[in-house]
């Protein structure tokens, strides 16, 4: 009797601790998750240089302080930073922007995109400034270098910092 009840309790204790089983990743699949993660930002990151390239065409720096200022925010709020669209606003010299009516800047070429830190990339890239006969026909008239900060905010990547390079 004393046999069958013990046999009976290991049964129940290795049906008991069959069902307890531990789920831990392997470290190959952690990496594969951080490299789907990565992807998915270097994605976003791209997406936020590219769109924020269309937009720079709406923005004039020689625009009155009040016409430029509400330019600034509606064309870029989307991509970059409020304290960035401030700075800029202080100072135009140094924003990213339309210089005059011909050539304009038409894009952001991305040349290189380097992660900085978990929530932080580094963006170098040459904006594509085109006139009237390169919209139609194709081509460049002028390229610009440009390095852009990109930053997660609240959920966001958003421009942090812009350096202008010389035109080539």
């Known amino acids: 009797m004393k046999k069958l009840l013990l046999f009976t309790l290991i049964l129940l204790l290795?049906?008991?601790?069959?069902?307890?089983?531990?789920?831990?990743?392997?470290?190959?699949?952690?990496?594969?998750?951080?490299?789907?993660t990565d992807e998915a930002d270097m994605k976003a990151v791209t997406n936020v240089i590219e769109g924020f390239g269309k937009k720079l065409q709406e923005v004039s720096l020689l625009a009155p302080k009040e016409v430029l200022e509400k330019s600034m925010k509606e064309s870029y709020s989307d991509f970059v930073t409020s304290e960035l669209i401030a700075k800029w606003i202080s100072d135009p010299t140094n924003a990213a922007g339309r210089l005059t009516s011909s050539p304009w800047p038409d894009r952001i070429e991305i040349l290189a995109v380097e992660k900085s830190s978990g929530n932080e990339y580094k963006v170098d890239g040459e904006i594509i400034e085109v006139t009237s006969i390169e919209k139609e026909e194709g081509g460049i008239a002028a390229k610009r270098l440009i390095t852009l900060a990109i930053k997660k905010i609240d959920n966001r990547w958003l421009i942090n910092d812009v350096k202008l390079g010389e035109y080539k």
């Open 14 to 36: 290795s049906a008991l601790m069959s069902g307890c089983t531990v789920v831990s990743s392997s470290p190959q699949q952690k990496e594969e998750g951080t490299q789907q």
